[in-house]
Nanobody, 124 residues
Framework: KVELVESGGGSVQAGGSLRISCTGS????????MGWYRQSTGNECKLISA???????YYEDSVKGRFTISRDNAKSTVYLQMNSLNAEDSGVYFC????WGNGYIACRSPAVWWGQGTQVTVFS
């Protein structure tokens, strides 16, 4: 059974930092493109960052220079370090697998594998 378990969300003051993590099981982690979505309006999820199984990295424009994605295949874990957070970064963040090419997608679409989501709240 495929499982993606996130941790590390929470509340932080604007300008602060958070790191969220996601550990996968039930599949060969190193073979999968991994990434993070943020739920936007309604049920739409926007890909914020991705790390392909070949080492390519993607960042959505609004987070470039502030967020850093990394992965540790030995630990089957992907991380998202978020710095200089602002209110627009608030939302539910979903870890996902098989993300490459799925920039905007319905949250929980069967096209990708999803974690349960973790809330990030940035307050001023």
């Amino acid at each position: 059974k495929v499982e993606l378990v996130e941790s590390g969300g929470g509340s932080v003051q604007a300008g602060g930092s958070l790191r969220i993590s996601c550990t996968g099981s039930g599949f060969r982690f190193a073979d999968r493109d991994m990434g993070w979505y943020r739920q936007s309006t309604g049920n739409e999820c926007k890909l914020i960052s991705a790390f392909s199984n070949g080492g390519a990295i993607y960042y959505e424009d609004s987070v470039k220079g502030r967020f850093t994605i990394s992965r540790d295949n030995a630990k089957s874990t992907v991380y998202l370090q978020m710095n200089s957070l602002n209110a627009e970064d608030s939302g539910v963040y979903f870890c996902a697998a098989n993300v490459w090419g799925n920039g905007y997608i319905a949250c929980r679409s069967p096209a990708v594998w999803w974690g349960q989501g973790t809330q990030v709240t940035v307050f001023s």
